[in-house]
DNA sequence: CTAAATGCAAACTATTTGCAACGAT
DNA sequence: ATCGTTGCAAATAGTTTGCATTTAG
């Protein structure tokens, strides 16, 4: 585990925010200014293969990047991107049932409006 | 309606294969030689935001189209990469419940291994 | 006639990669 | 000394856009 390494998945598991790659690597510049792009999406795959951090597919849009909690799926908000977590679990059984498919994997982006958004 | 959109809707209706922009703009040009993948593209958008044609966002992967038939989700080959197409309904009910928020839309990409990839 | 749409090419965004130099074991 | 990792810059994939010209209504 190399200094920038570390860095990364420090600024993933300390952030609330679910960052893209670009603001990790706008952080890690504070920590370690010589800090490459490359690096840090190199080191995000890393993270990802070894299950340390999950990336979160937004559609149309950078992914994100979030710690590794129990199982959770993320509300998105359509106004503002602002994501935020939420329990959803025993949904797998349900999509192999309506499906009959033997489903290995599914990705799902929840849409909503945030409060802030809905109170504008 | 323009000719060019025209060849555009067609393939898509007359497509039973989820074609990506790329492999539209190869079929349009045996058609109209002529024709611009910006065409493609921006009628596309077109097409989608009048509700003629589906979007189907595929993560790390090019979107592909599809016409908009009764609401179905698509599975995804993680091997092959082809996408069929499942029927899912009752599903967005069961999402409100479990999260407790007011979704307005979701996006959910099923992975699975098709047969013909099972059985290689 | 004129607003919308086109072809072309350049631009853009998110991400990946080749390579020489670096660093930890 | 070695092998993974870095910084840098260039490359890539998918898509979007500016602009002068063409076309549909």
Redesign the interface.
Known sequence: MTKQRKIIKDIIYASYKHPTAEEIFELAKKKMPSIAVGTVYRNLTLLVESGEVRKI?V??APSRYDRPQIPH?H?IC?NCGVVKD??????MP??KE????????????????CDKCKNL
Do not use: F, H, Q, S
Not at 86 to 91: E, P
Not at 98 to 112: H, M, R, S
């Open positions: 597919d559609p149309n799926e509300l359509k939420v329990m959803i679990d025993g949904l349900i999509l309506k499906t009959g498919e033997d489903i290995v994997e599914y990705k799902l982006a929840l849409y909503y409006v």
